[in-house]
């Protein structure tokens, strides 16, 4: 059972445009959501997160928007960069109990073209 | 930037051999987890410690896995008798936690293990 979802695999995205990444979820539990970035032979980066009683959190250039009733949320990265290329994970985590424990998704690769 | 530090960061060990990996979590983080991810495949959620006990383990974490923090520094994880299909990245990742632990993960750069 996969509760979190990334159907896309791969993005392609021309340096300067917006790159919009997706990810679904399945787990009405769920109540807090991360995005992490991937460069090959490291550890996930935390990017950005939010919580189930936002539906929009800023940073930069990184912008999550959550759609509860949907249960969907996507990362917005714009203006995009070269530099951002790299796999990226949706995760997702219930508060209390489950003390932080994420759930990722498959990733999504991003490639930024010059 | 404190960071959190994973040794070894690539072990070979044959099937059926018992290994230890150990993890340097950020000092003042009170919460610790171990993920894997199998080439090709999703980061996938092992177990999480706090307190000086296991919170909550995955199906995956059975009796051959076991973690530990020997000297209030060091958080290890051990694999009993090794498997093939144990091999796979290693991420510990460290969560500095306020009540109910939410918060973003710091995770360290992995170790690969290789059980032939």
């Known amino acids: 059972d996969q509760q979190v979802k990334q159907n896309s695999p791969s993005l392609s995205v021309q340096e300067g445009r917006i790159s919009i990444l997706n990810c679904d979820y399945t787990?009405?539990?769920?109540?807090?959501f991360l995005w992490y970035k991937k460069y090959p032979a490291e550890g996930p980066t935390f990017l950005i997160s939010i919580s189930s009683i936002k539906d929009k959190n800023e940073d930069g250039r990184f912008t999550v928007f959550l759609n509860k009733s949907a249960k969907h949320l996507s990362l917005h990265i714009v203006p995009s960069q070269p530099g951002d290329s790299a796999v990226y994970f949706c995760a997702a985590s219930e508060v209390g109990t489950n003390a932080g424990k994420s759930t990722f998704g498959d990733g999504t690769t991003l490639t930024v073209k010059p | 930037e404190p960071e959190v530090t994973q040794t070894p960061s690539h072990q070979v060990t044959q099937m059926g051999q018992e290994v230890i990996l150990r993890c340097v979590p950020i000092s003042n983080h009170l919460y610790f987890y171990w993920y894997r991810q199998i080439l090709g495949q999703k980061v996938e959620f092992l177990v999480s410690f706090y307190n000086n006990e296991i919170s909550e383990k995955s199906e995956i974490f059975d009796d051959q896995f076991s973690v530990e923090r020997p000297d209030g520094s060091n958080f290890t994880l051990k694999i009993r008798s090794t498997k093939l299909e144990d091999s796979a990245m290693y991420f510990c990742a460290t969560l500095r936690g306020a009540g109910t632990g939410v918060g973003e993960q710091y995770f360290g750069p992995g170790t690969r293990l290789t059980v032939t």
């Open positions: 787990n009405s539990m769920f109540d807090y």
